[in-house]
């Protein structure tokens, strides 16, 4: 082939292939639109932030923000954790199945959750001590869920009171997550005040008959209020902020209950009830006159057995991996719950939830909601409230792409053709 043919035009000067490979300095005008400077953010919180493009991201942010002992309480679980990795690989393997060519130009992520309309698929879901994490605790994240119609569930566990949650969120839907304490009358009283307080409805959580092994928390002398030890003063220095937080703003106790200095596998196993049966559900309802919600079921049979007593929906969930380890994963149960008692009852799931794809993904093999817990609390660690935001947008975000590269248009199009287990 004659050299001429091999000529090519670039920036104006044909060049040939022969000198292409020859160096020159390249003059200030090819050089100046490549240079574009980021916008200086002088918050480092909103610096920190705007460097986490994954909930992943927010929880390395996490790590490094508060002491140990905090942290590993939010990422840890049971005994050898297996329940959790094993959660979390579930959805890491999912395979999905995409449909081209379908105007996805914008979605819907809207549905119907006890009746009535929802933003997004997933919730809030309770988490004990929350103002250990930061001090803004569960008003920062009912704020968040205010503001984006998520709604948002405040644990017995809580360390805002019921009262306050209300106050600080009044336009969210809140629910009201309950153990069953020995005292009946406690329980009774909290239900009583969470009514008054506008919460929508009641989530009775059934898988904590006794505390979980949850050897971080035992490792690190987990307690609430935190213990100063040699380790937590050492821990003082590399945390100066949190620490300041923790001093400086209204004592950290639980909102619900009195004062408490010792491990929290002592208090549950002092303070929830071990003997619960079916018939303390006539009980709850006795109580409570909204919507019951169930968390914590882990079989074909007790999800049968919850819809048969009329509950309203049921959360197929094993804590969070926190509990009984080598749990079933709770996305492995979906499909069968859903096909043996749908039609009666709303079945929700929770666990190893990471990503908006996890949520679509959990939606399309028939999940009504999905609970999301360690992951806006990554998002608080990280930032306070703004963390939060943070964690919402992502998970939205996530959830819309992933439904465009679907090739569905609502949440109401998806299906078990778009998603399945490997």
Excluded at 169 to 194: C, I, N, S
Excluded at 196 to 216: I, K, Y
Excluded at 229 to 241: N, R, Y
Aim: aromatic share 6%.
């Amino acid at each position: 082939m004659d050299r001429a043919e091999t000529f090519r035009r670039l920036g104006g000067r044909t060049v040939s292939d022969e000198n292409m490979s020859e160096r020159q300095l390249p003059k200030w005008s090819e050089i100046k639109p490549l240079l574009r400077a980021r916008p200086v953010q002088l918050d480092p919180t909103d610096r920190r932030l705007s460097r986490a493009l994954t909930i992943a991201d927010l929880r390395t942010a996490a790590r490094r923000r508060v002491p140990r002992a905090v942290f590993d309480y939010t990422d840890g679980a049971a005994e050898g954790e297996i329940s959790l990795r094993r959660a979390r690989r579930m959805f890491q393997t999912l395979e999905f199945s995409p449909s081209a060519l379908h105007d996805v130009s914008a979605v819907d992520t809207s549905g119907v959750v006890l009746g009535r309309a929802a933003a997004v698929p997933f919730a809030f879901a309770p988490t004990g001590f929350t103002r250990l994490m930061h001090h803004e605790g569960e008003r920062a994240v009912a704020r968040v869920a205010e503001r984006h119609g998520i709604p948002y569930s405040l644990s017995t566990m809580g360390t805002t009171s019921i009262e306050d949650v209300a106050a600080a969120a009044p336009g969210a839907r809140k629910w009201f997550q309950l153990y069953v304490w020995r005292d009946r009358g406690a329980g009774a009283e909290l239900m009583t005040r969470a009514n008054a307080s506008g919460f929508e409805a009641l989530m009775l959580t059934v898988d904590v008959p006794v505390a979980g092994n949850r050897l971080r928390d035992v490792r690190n002398g987990f307690s609430i209020p935190p213990t100063l030890t040699f380790e937590t003063v050492a821990d003082i220095a590399s945390h100066p902020a949190w620490w300041a937080n923790l001093l400086t703003t209204r004592p950290l106790t639980f909102a619900s209950l009195s004062g408490w200095d010792r491990t929290i596998a002592e208090l549950i196993d002092e303070l929830f009830d071990p003997t619960m049966t079916m018939a303390d559900l006539e009980w709850v309802r006795s109580c409570w006159p909204g919507p019951l919600i169930i968390k914590g079921i882990q079989s074909v049979d007790d999800a049968r057995r919850m819809a048969d007593a009329g509950v309203d929906a049921i959360v197929l969930s094993n804590h969070g991996g926190r509990q009984l380890d080598r749990a079933p994963v709770p996305l492995s149960l979906v499909p069968e719950v859903v096909d043996t008692v749908g039609d009666r009852t709303e079945v929700w799931v929770d666990t190893g939830v990471m990503s908006g794809a996890d949520v679509v993904a959990a939606v399309a093999l028939g999940a009504r909601t999905v609970l999301v817990g360690r992951a806006y609390l990554y998002g608080l660690m990280a930032g306070g409230e703004r963390g939060v935001e943070r964690a919402a947008n992502i998970l939205m975000r996530e959830m819309r792409r992933t439904m465009q590269l679907l090739g569905v248009r609502s949440i109401a199009e998806l299906n078990r053709g778009h998603a399945r287990i490997r």
